[in-house]
């Protein structure tokens, strides 16, 4: 009885919209060797997500995780009478480093440079990625 008061409740909770719903930026990868054009697409989030691809050639599906770290920059500065100071300023652009996992074999490790957003439609960015067969990609945001 306490089961299917639990799930009723958990089922109410879907349907009214109370659980939030995962945002995802869409991007492309595009073979090198042949122009195959991948649908990519990347949970949106502050450091780490989950990813999945799609070959229409092959018909492999891709799943996998990435993560990210914001870019920053010290600089020296020296004052009239010369003291020193570094200042460390925090870019909006972060460094991502991924994995795509096919359903027939193929890996695929990305490295991406991504602009840091406050919602999934402003993300853009561009980068790399090179299978297990040494096939090259061109990854779009």
Avoid: R
């Avoid at 991502?96 to 490295?111: A, E, F, N, Q």
């Amino acid at each position: 009885m306490k089961t299917k008061i639990l799930l009723g409740l958990l089922l109410l909770l879907l349907l009214g919209g109370c659980v939030p719903q995962m945002q995802i930026c869409h991007g492309k990868m595009y073979s090198l060797k042949d122009g195959t054009e991948l649908k990519l697409d990347a949970e949106f989030s502050k450091g780490n997500g989950a990813m999945t691809a799609y070959n229409p050639v092959t018909d492999e599906h891709f799943t996998g995780n990435y993560s990210g770290v914001s870019q920053t920059t010290d600089t020296q500065s020296q004052n009239f009478w010369g003291s020193s100071n570094t200042v460390t300023t925090n870019s909006n652009q972060a460094s991502v480093k991924g994995i795509l996992k096919g359903d027939k074999g193929t890996i695929i490790t990305i490295d991406a440079l991504v602009n840091m957003a406050d919602t999934p439609d402003q993300v853009h960015g561009y980068g790399t990625g090179v299978d297990n067969n040494g096939i090259k990609y061109q990854i779009q945001f």
